[in-house]
């Protein structure tokens, strides 16, 4: 019988983290959240989606997204690879299920930061996971940070807006709230319910 390489063995089931996923209207200050509790915690590990739109400058395969073609993304789908898959501004999205299996399999705890119906789609695909709703202070504080960009249009300020309303309902799907007052304070907890050691 082959030996298992050191620090390969898998963690057994009643120890293993959970899947955190973290969603939340737009606007809300999910990236924000995410990127200064990595900052502090980079071994929670932040699921890297597979993606049909063209690298931006400055993105690299792999870190950022995984950068696949339309057929290669069809695969994917009908493999049932990904955990959830979305269409977004004419380009598709989605997490591919076995890097997340595998760092949970690990012992390593796994963040996934995705919209509302992505949330409800590794929901059905894995009901263990910890769904965690970010929400804002309050409405007027939304429309405020949605709003306060000023580099959109009305009509789409419009629709962001009437998005995030349809986004703020269904906050009762989830498993934990947490409101975005301070960065902070927010990362600390999450980082908690996350459970790293």
């Not at 902070?184 to 996350?194: S, T």
Request: cysteine-free; charged content about 30%.
């Amino acid at each position: 019988m082959a030996a298992t390489p050191r620090g390969t063995s898998p963690v057994p089931p009643d120890v293993r983290p959970r899947l955190t996923v973290l969603s939340g209207p737009s606007g809300v200050g999910k990236s924000t959240v995410v990127a200064h509790m990595r900052k502090e915690h980079p071994e929670v590990w932040l699921s890297v989606s597979a993606t049909t739109r063209k690298p931006r400058p400055g993105e690299k395969h792999g870190v950022h997204y995984f950068f696949v073609t339309d057929d290669e993304m069809d695969k994917l789908i009908a493999n049932g690879e990904l955990l959830e898959w979305a269409e977004f501004a004419g380009n598709r999205y989605g997490t591919p299920r076995a890097a997340v299996q595998e760092r949970l399999e690990k012992g390593e705890p796994v963040l996934l930061e995705i919209d509302l119906q992505g949330a409800r789609l590794v929901r059905e695909s894995m009901p263990e996971a910890q769904l965690v709703f970010l929400a804002p202070p309050s409405w007027e504080e939304l429309v405020r940070r949605l709003t306060g960009r000023g580099t959109e249009p009305p009509e789409v300020i419009e629709r962001r807006l009437r998005a995030a309303k349809i986004e703020l309902a269904a906050e009762p799907e989830f498993d934990t709230t947490l409101v975005n007052t301070s960065v902070e304070d927010v990362a600390r907890e999450l980082l908690a319910l996350v459970d790293v050691v």
